[in-house]
Nanobody, 112 residues
């Protein structure tokens, strides 16, 4: 079955960086369109970024464009989200998704 396991979250200061990882299993990762979504406290799910199976075509929400970078390593079946210049409004649980599937999430808290 599809499994997505996120890691890399934590507490980071405003302006800092963090890299999230998502290890995938149970499907053909190298042909899958993958995404990151997030859920801030008391809010709904927000799409953050997506990447095509080729690893070249990437897409970002306006709120993170220029600060976050999505990437993938198909050999390792791993999806990444490099978060730079983080802001307090980036505080959320971040989920790796494939179609309707998502992992358990990893908490990112931006605070001084």
């Amino acid at each position: 079955q599809v499994q997505l396991v996120e890691s890399g979250g934590g507490l980071v200061q405003p302006g800092g960086s963090l890299r999230l990882s998502c290890v995938a299993s149970g499907f053909t990762f190298n042909s899958a369109y993958m995404s990151w979504v997030r859920q801030a406290p008391g809010k709904g799910l927000e799409w953050v970024s997506s990447i095509a199976s080729n690893g070249v075509d990437t897409y970002y929400a306006d709120s993170v464009k220029g600060r976050f970078t999505i990437s993938r390593d198909n050999a390792k079946k791993t999806l990444y989200l490099q978060m730079d210049s983080v802001k307090s409004e980036d505080t959320a649980v971040y989920y790796c998704t494939k179609a309707a599937y998502r992992g358990q999430g990893t908490q990112v808290t931006v605070s001084s």
